[in-house]
Structures are given as structure tokens and as C-alpha cells.
């Protein structure tokens, strides 16, 4: 048995009460998509049902909701209400900001060659107005400040980058990463679908400019309901794209017709809303809120460090070699693991008909623990594997 146990607390035993899916799996698959929470489940049935009987007549109610949930992503992370849209996942928040910069031809971003597509993609896209890519090369896992600056020069506008790679679980320093961005004026936008969720952001105090995340991984949220943090100070450098009766000042005020856009990141929504998507999001980030979860909160970090520290215990003692830097600062709530001599696949789907839930990243195995999870899963984990 392992050295390491985890402490028990009636705030664990009350988030996995929470999440049905533990009757069923011992789910580590958070880094890829999350099952949703009880109370999540239960506010989407009862939208569907208010659908169903009362059409748009309750729509006024649905559009109170979408607010509590801007304030309760804001809360989370130190913003303003008004520094945060509601959009339909990381890939569109990134979109938003590389499609609405400035740019000039000559202009370059710079990003690391590891990246996940979505943080890749929006930015080579550019090339047709002249922006250059500049992916920065990773060795093995760590990622070295000094490369990024020195890949960045006076025409480096944008340094996009990932809170935790999702293929390698390193955690970035926000704040390194930030001064480096700004030393030579270029702006941070920051992809942070696989830290936001668990760890601590305060936004008043770590300057990025931008910030994208799905909420369907670390925030226990239905596919298609993400945010956008945009500074203050960057909205009106930021051209409004996908602009519709959302964007404007007089929204739904369909006879006035006057481009008065919203003083607010809101203006980048658009038009209809994912109503029940963001529904679900708004019960998964209270029962986080309620778990500590806050600019400053770091119970639920603490709390997946300990699950992941037991992990890498149990599987070491196991045979099974962690590719995954477990220094800190570094670590995260993503574990990548091989055990040699077996092929990922088929461990993977050995894991998944025993009811594990993990899955595989660049040749190698991966599991994501949430706060949720306990020694009773990662004792499945390891039986399974066995």
C-alpha cells in the first residue's frame, strides 16, 4: 500500500457525493472532458423542462442566469463582470483576440511549438496579413522562459501560451511568463482550459491581457459554454467580431438600429446563447466556489496535487515511469506515464473496460484527477493496469 494517504474532509465527501459518475468509473480523464456534476444535471433538466412547457415566456429568467454566470467567472478569477464574455469554448476566445488585433505585416506572436491546436491554429492563420508564428521549441517537458525571450523582439505583439500543458502537465509561471510578454511590450494571452478549474488566478495581481477556457474540463461543465477574459483597458483595442444584437448597447431593442456597442467584453457574444450549456456552468463553478475554489483559494489545488502526488506514488511503486515534471512549481493535476514494455492503447482501453476512465497524449498515458477523486480510484488505477 502507499506512504502516502489522503486526509479525509467532509468537503471531499460532499463534492464526490456530487458527481454521479463515481458510481459507475473511477474518472481521470478531467484534462480531455469532465462528467458534470449532480447539480449541474439536475439545473439542466430543469431548463429543459421550462423549455418544453414554457417556451421564451421564462427567457427573461435564462438571461438572469447567463449574468450570474459572467459574475460567478469573473469572481473566480478577479475580474470584473464586465471584463468577461461568454462564448462557446477556447478555440473561439482565441479566435476573437488573433482575429481582432491590430496587426500590422511584419507583426509576430510568439507560441510554444507544443501548443494545442487551438493555440496554434488561430494564430497561423494570420500569415495572410503577414504575421509570422514564431513556435518556440520545448525540450522534453520544461519550458525555459529565456527561449520564449528570446524569441520575442519589437515586432512580437501577442506571447500565447498554455497555464498547463496539456500533453505534459508542466504548469507554467503566470507571472514569469507575464513579465517576460511585457518587457517587450507584447501583450499574454493566456489558454487556460487545463488550470482554471483548480488553481488560484487573481488577474488584479498577475497581469495577462487575455484569457480563454472551455468550461467542460477542470470546471465540470457542459461542452460548448466557455469564457473570455479581456482587460479593460484592451477593449476598445480589440475589433469587435461576430457582432450581433448582443454587441450593442440597445440589445434587444430590435427597431433601433445604431452600431452602440456594449462598453463591455459582452459585445463580443453576439447573438443567441448556448441557455443551456451556461446553465449547467453556472451550478459546476458554485459547487467549486463552494469547495474554495477563488482568485486566492487554493483548497481544490492543494487537494489535486495531493491525488496526483498518490498517483505517482502508487504507479512508481507499480513500474511505471512519470514523464510528468512533479517539481513545483511545475506541477499540475495532469500526470503523463508510460510503463514499459506495454503498449499505451491497450492499457488504455484495458483501464476503460474496468471501469478507469484515462486516456493517451503524445504516445503516452495521461490521467487528470479532480478534487473529487480519492485513494479508492487510484486504487482502481492501478488494479486495472495490473
Not at 474532509?9 to 462528467?35: G, I, K, N, T
Not at 487573481?202 to 477574459?229: C, N, Q, R, S
Not at 459546476?284 to 483548497?299: E, F, I, N, Q
Request: glycine share 8%.
Amino acid at each position: 500500500m502507499a506512504t502516502n494517504s489522503l486526509p479525509l474532509s467532509p468537503v471531499w465527501d460532499d463534492f464526490r457525493a456530487d458527481m454521479p459518475v463515481c458510481e459507475q468509473w473511477a474518472y481521470l480523464d478531467h484534462a480531455a472532458v469532465a462528467p458534470i456534476p449532480q447539480s449541474a444535471q439536475q439545473a439542466i433538466h430543469a431548463w429543459a423542462d421550462e423549455a418544453a412547457s414554457h417556451g421564451d415566456t421564462v427567457w427573461s429568467g435564462w438571461a438572469q442566469r447567463m449574468e450570474r454566470v459572467r459574475v460567478l467567472a469573473a469572481s473566480m478569477i478577479g475580474a470584473a463582470a464586465d471584463e468577461i464574455a461568454l462564448v462557446p469554448n477556447t478555440t473561439t476566445g482565441i479566435s476573437l483576440v488573433a482575429e481582432g488585433l491590430p496587426w500590422r505585416a511584419g507583426d509576430n506572436v510568439v507560441i510554444l511549438a507544443n501548443e494545442f491546436p487551438s493555440n496554434q491554429y488561430p494564430w497561423m492563420n494570420l500569415a495572410a496579413r503577414g504575421v509570422e508564428t514564431r513556435r518556440v521549441s520545448v525540450d522534453r517537458v520544461a519550458i525555459d522562459p529565456n527561449r520564449i525571450a528570446a524569441a520575442c523582439d519589437a515586432r512580437t505583439r501577442v506571447v500565447a501560451i498554455s497555464w498547463v500543458g496539456y500533453a505534459s502537465g508542466w504548469r507554467i509561471d503566470v507571472d514569469e511568463i507575464a513579465e517576460v510578454a511585457h518587457a517587450g511590450g507584447a501583450l499574454l494571452m493566456l489558454d487556460a482550459i487545463q488550470g482554471l478549474g483548480v488553481f488560484p488566478l487573481d488577474v488584479a495581481l498577475t497581469p495577462i491581457d487575455f484569457l480563454a477556457a472551455d468550461g467542460h474540463k477542470w470546471m465540470l461543465g457542459p461542452e460548448g459554454a466557455g469564457l473570455l477574459y479581456v482587460r479593460r483597458e484592451h477593449l476598445e483595442r480589440l475589433r469587435p467580431l461576430n457582432v450581433g444584437w448582443q454587441s450593442v448597447v440597445q440589445g434587444q431593442d430590435f427597431s433601433t438600429i445604431a452600431l452602440n456597442l456594449r462598453p463591455a467584453a459582452s459585445r463580443y457574444e453576439g447573438g443567441s446563447q448556448n441557455m443551456v450549456g451556461f446553465t449547467g456552468l453556472e451550478a459546476s463553478l458554485d459547487l467549486l466556489a463552494r469547495c474554495g475554489l477563488g482568485p486566492r483559494g487554493t483548497a481544490i489545488a492543494e487537494r489535486v496535487l495531493a491525488v496526483t502526488d498518490l498517483a505517482c506514488e502508487r504507479l512508481s511503486q507499480f513500474g511505471a515511469q512519470i514523464h510528468s515534471d512533479r517539481s513545483e512549481p511545475c506541477r499540475s493535476g495532469i500526470v503523463v506515464f508510460d510503463v514499459p514494455g506495454r503498449d499505451p492503447v491497450v492499457l488504455r482501453n484495458r483501464c476503460l473496460q474496468r471501469g478507469v476512465a484515462i486516456n493517451t497524449r503524445g504516445g503516452r498515458l495521461r490521467i487528470s484527477p479532480h478534487a473529487y477523486n480519492n485513494e479508492e480510484d487510484i486504487d482502481r488505477l492501478i488494479d486495472a493496469l495490473q
